[in-house]
Protein backbone atom coordinates (compact mmCIF):
# COMPACT_ATOMS: atom_id res chain seq x y z
CA UNK A 1 0.00 0.00 0.00
CA UNK A 2 2.68 2.31 0.82
CA UNK A 3 4.62 1.63 -2.50
CA UNK A 4 1.31 2.17 -4.23
CA UNK A 5 0.86 5.36 -2.28
CA UNK A 6 4.05 6.74 -2.79
CA UNK A 7 3.27 6.53 -7.11
CA UNK A 8 0.12 8.03 -6.76
CA UNK A 9 0.66 10.76 -4.48
CA UNK A 10 3.52 12.45 -6.55
CA UNK A 11 3.07 14.97 -9.20
CA UNK A 12 6.19 15.24 -11.69
CA UNK A 13 8.50 18.21 -10.43
CA UNK A 14 8.89 19.55 -13.65
CA UNK A 15 5.13 20.43 -14.66
CA UNK A 16 3.37 23.43 -13.55
CA UNK A 17 -0.04 22.88 -11.71
CA UNK A 18 -2.06 24.70 -9.54
CA UNK A 19 -0.50 25.51 -6.23
CA UNK A 20 -3.52 24.39 -3.85
CA UNK A 21 -3.96 21.29 -6.00
CA UNK A 22 0.30 20.54 -5.57
CA UNK A 23 -0.57 21.26 -1.83
CA UNK A 24 -3.65 18.38 -1.51
CA UNK A 25 -1.11 15.55 -3.16
CA UNK A 26 1.76 16.76 -1.02
CA UNK A 27 -0.77 16.10 1.69
CA UNK A 28 -1.55 12.42 0.56
CA UNK A 29 1.76 11.87 -0.01
CA UNK A 30 2.57 12.93 3.99
CA UNK A 31 -0.16 11.01 4.91
CA UNK A 32 0.84 7.43 3.16
CA UNK A 33 4.44 8.13 4.69
CA UNK A 34 2.76 8.27 8.65
CA UNK A 35 -0.32 6.27 7.90
CA UNK A 36 -2.10 8.94 9.73
CA UNK A 37 -4.64 11.26 8.39
CA UNK A 38 -5.80 9.15 4.83
CA UNK A 39 -8.45 10.84 3.78
CA UNK A 40 -11.57 9.69 1.00
CA UNK A 41 -9.58 10.41 -1.98
CA UNK A 42 -6.71 9.00 -0.78
CA UNK A 43 -8.12 5.81 0.00
CA UNK A 44 -10.13 5.72 -3.16
CA UNK A 45 -7.11 5.94 -5.26
CA UNK A 46 -5.33 3.64 -3.37
CA UNK A 47 -8.40 1.05 -3.82
CA UNK A 48 -8.71 1.88 -7.89
CA UNK A 49 -4.78 1.43 -8.00
CA UNK A 50 -4.69 -2.08 -5.86
CA UNK A 51 -7.65 -3.12 -7.89
CA UNK A 52 -5.57 -2.54 -11.34
CA UNK A 53 -2.46 -4.22 -10.11
CA UNK A 54 -4.46 -7.36 -9.36
CA UNK A 55 -5.46 -7.54 -12.93
CA UNK A 56 -9.44 -5.77 -13.18
CA UNK A 57 -10.07 -2.92 -15.00
CA UNK A 58 -11.43 0.48 -13.38
CA UNK A 59 -13.96 2.61 -15.04
CA UNK A 60 -15.88 5.68 -13.39
CA UNK A 61 -18.37 8.21 -14.93
CA UNK A 62 -20.36 10.74 -13.99
CA UNK A 63 -21.02 14.47 -14.32
CA UNK A 64 -17.43 16.04 -12.02
CA UNK A 65 -15.56 12.56 -11.45
CA UNK A 66 -11.96 13.61 -12.90
CA UNK A 67 -11.94 16.12 -10.41
CA UNK A 68 -14.46 14.75 -7.63
CA UNK A 69 -17.60 17.02 -7.19
CA UNK A 70 -16.18 18.63 -3.78
CA UNK A 71 -12.14 18.43 -5.08
CA UNK A 72 -12.03 15.15 -3.53
CA UNK A 73 -10.58 12.77 -6.46
CA UNK A 74 -7.93 14.65 -8.54
CA UNK A 75 -8.12 11.63 -10.71
CA UNK A 76 -7.01 14.01 -13.73
CA UNK A 77 -4.83 16.85 -12.58
CA UNK A 78 -4.66 19.81 -15.39
CA UNK A 79 -1.28 21.42 -16.53
CA UNK A 80 -1.24 24.96 -15.94
CA UNK A 81 1.41 25.82 -18.51
CA UNK A 82 0.03 23.72 -22.00
CA UNK A 83 -2.93 21.60 -22.96
CA UNK A 84 -3.81 18.41 -21.30
CA UNK A 85 -3.77 16.59 -18.44
CA UNK A 86 -1.44 13.98 -15.92
CA UNK A 87 -3.35 11.10 -14.56
CA UNK A 88 -1.51 10.24 -11.27
CA UNK A 89 -3.08 6.31 -10.79
CA UNK A 90 -1.42 5.46 -14.19
CA UNK A 91 1.87 5.74 -12.03
CA UNK A 92 1.05 2.40 -10.19
CA UNK A 93 1.13 0.08 -13.32
CA UNK A 94 2.74 -0.13 -16.57
CA UNK A 95 1.44 1.50 -19.34
CA UNK A 96 -0.14 -0.79 -22.56
CA UNK A 97 -2.12 0.20 -25.36
CA UNK A 98 -5.17 -0.53 -23.42
CA UNK A 99 -6.42 2.19 -20.48
CA UNK A 100 -6.38 0.11 -17.16
CA UNK A 101 -8.12 3.35 -15.19
CA UNK A 102 -10.58 5.71 -17.16
CA UNK A 103 -12.32 8.93 -15.05
CA UNK A 104 -14.56 10.32 -17.68
CA UNK A 105 -16.56 13.15 -16.99
CA UNK A 106 -19.91 12.45 -19.06
CA UNK A 107 -22.64 15.08 -20.27
CA UNK A 108 -25.97 15.97 -18.22
CA UNK A 109 -28.03 12.56 -20.28
CA UNK A 110 -27.99 10.85 -16.96
CA UNK A 111 -30.59 7.95 -18.82
CA UNK A 112 -27.82 7.81 -22.02
CA UNK A 113 -24.91 7.89 -19.13
CA UNK A 114 -26.18 5.52 -16.54
CA UNK A 115 -27.77 2.98 -19.42
CA UNK A 116 -24.31 2.56 -21.14
CA UNK A 117 -22.44 2.11 -18.34
CA UNK A 118 -24.98 -0.87 -17.38
CA UNK A 119 -23.94 -2.32 -20.70
CA UNK A 120 -20.01 -1.91 -20.42
CA UNK A 121 -20.50 -4.01 -16.72
CA UNK A 122 -22.17 -6.22 -18.25
CA UNK A 123 -20.08 -7.20 -20.88
CA UNK A 124 -16.39 -6.72 -18.73
CA UNK A 125 -17.48 -8.37 -15.49
CA UNK A 126 -14.22 -8.14 -14.19
CA UNK A 127 -14.20 -4.54 -14.32
CA UNK A 128 -14.86 -2.22 -11.64
CA UNK A 129 -17.38 0.52 -13.40
CA UNK A 130 -18.95 3.08 -11.27
CA UNK A 131 -21.30 5.63 -12.06
CA UNK A 132 -21.51 8.43 -9.93
CA UNK A 133 -24.43 11.29 -9.38
CA UNK A 134 -23.34 14.65 -8.34
CA UNK A 135 -26.53 15.13 -6.85
CA UNK A 136 -30.09 14.03 -5.77
CA UNK A 137 -31.39 15.70 -8.82
CA UNK A 138 -28.99 14.08 -11.05
CA UNK A 139 -30.27 10.63 -10.02
CA UNK A 140 -34.13 11.65 -11.46
CA UNK A 141 -32.75 11.64 -14.93
CA UNK A 142 -31.88 7.87 -14.39
CA UNK A 143 -35.03 6.96 -12.42
CA UNK A 144 -35.87 4.61 -15.61
CA UNK A 145 -33.12 2.72 -16.38
CA UNK A 146 -32.73 2.06 -12.22
CA UNK A 147 -36.47 0.87 -12.19
CA UNK A 148 -36.75 -0.77 -15.40
CA UNK A 149 -33.12 -2.63 -15.40
CA UNK A 150 -30.82 -2.25 -12.69
CA UNK A 151 -32.99 -3.21 -9.93
CA UNK A 152 -35.09 -6.08 -11.67
CA UNK A 153 -32.35 -7.33 -14.01
CA UNK A 154 -32.02 -10.11 -11.82
CA UNK A 155 -35.59 -11.18 -11.35
CA UNK A 156 -36.73 -10.43 -14.64
CA UNK A 157 -33.93 -12.03 -17.16
CA UNK A 158 -31.63 -13.75 -14.62
CA UNK A 159 -28.93 -10.74 -15.73
CA UNK A 160 -26.79 -10.36 -12.91
CA UNK A 161 -24.43 -7.06 -12.78
CA UNK A 162 -21.90 -5.49 -10.79
CA UNK A 163 -22.59 -2.20 -11.52
CA UNK A 164 -21.98 0.30 -8.61
CA UNK A 165 -23.32 3.76 -8.52
CA UNK A 166 -22.70 6.43 -6.13
CA UNK A 167 -24.72 8.64 -4.90
CA UNK A 168 -25.58 11.60 -3.12
CA UNK A 169 -24.43 12.26 0.14
CA UNK A 170 -26.98 14.84 1.26
CA UNK A 171 -25.57 17.99 0.82
CA UNK A 172 -28.10 20.59 2.69
CA UNK A 173 -29.23 23.58 1.91
CA UNK A 174 -29.66 23.59 -1.91
CA UNK A 175 -33.08 22.50 -2.28
CA UNK A 176 -35.10 18.96 -1.85
CA UNK A 177 -34.65 17.60 -5.44
CA UNK A 178 -30.90 18.67 -5.41
CA UNK A 179 -30.17 17.77 -1.86
CA UNK A 180 -31.41 14.68 -0.98
CA UNK A 181 -29.34 11.40 -1.33
CA UNK A 182 -33.20 9.68 -1.20
CA UNK A 183 -32.08 6.79 0.34
CA UNK A 184 -35.84 5.63 0.47
CA UNK A 185 -36.46 5.85 -3.20
CA UNK A 186 -34.04 2.87 -3.14
CA UNK A 187 -35.12 1.04 -0.27
CA UNK A 188 -38.27 0.50 -1.78
CA UNK A 189 -36.33 -1.24 -5.02
CA UNK A 190 -35.04 -3.80 -3.34
CA UNK A 191 -36.59 -7.07 -3.36
CA UNK A 192 -36.37 -9.17 0.34
CA UNK A 193 -38.91 -10.99 2.44
CA UNK A 194 -39.02 -9.65 6.07
CA UNK A 195 -35.84 -11.15 7.09
CA UNK A 196 -33.20 -8.98 6.79
CA UNK A 197 -29.32 -9.91 6.38
CA UNK A 198 -27.30 -8.99 9.31
CA UNK A 199 -30.34 -9.41 11.86
CA UNK A 200 -28.49 -12.39 13.99
CA UNK A 201 -30.90 -15.10 12.02
CA UNK A 202 -28.95 -17.73 10.22
CA UNK A 203 -30.33 -18.83 6.91
CA UNK A 204 -30.72 -22.62 5.90
CA UNK A 205 -31.98 -21.15 2.65
CA UNK A 206 -29.79 -18.98 0.56
CA UNK A 207 -32.80 -18.31 -2.11
CA UNK A 208 -33.77 -15.48 0.72
CA UNK A 209 -30.68 -13.66 -0.06
CA UNK A 210 -30.02 -14.44 -3.69
CA UNK A 211 -33.70 -11.82 -3.66
CA UNK A 212 -31.44 -8.86 -2.63
CA UNK A 213 -30.62 -7.87 -6.10
CA UNK A 214 -29.46 -4.17 -4.71
Known amino acids: MREIGRLISTLPAESAFHKLVRKIFDNRLKSIETGKDIDWGTAEALAFSS????????????????????????????????????IPIENSYPQGNIRQFIASNS?????????????????NPNALVIWEAQ????VN???????????????????????????????????PEHSSCRVERFLQLCD?????????????????????NM
Open 51 to 86: LIRDGYKVRISGQDVERGTFSHRHAHVFYQDNDGHY
Open 107 to 123: HLSEFAVLGYELGYSMT
Open 192 to 212: QDEFVPGDGVTYDNTDELREL
Open 141 to 175: GAQVIIDQFISSGEAKWNVKNGLVMLLPHGYDGQG
Open 135 to 138: FGDF
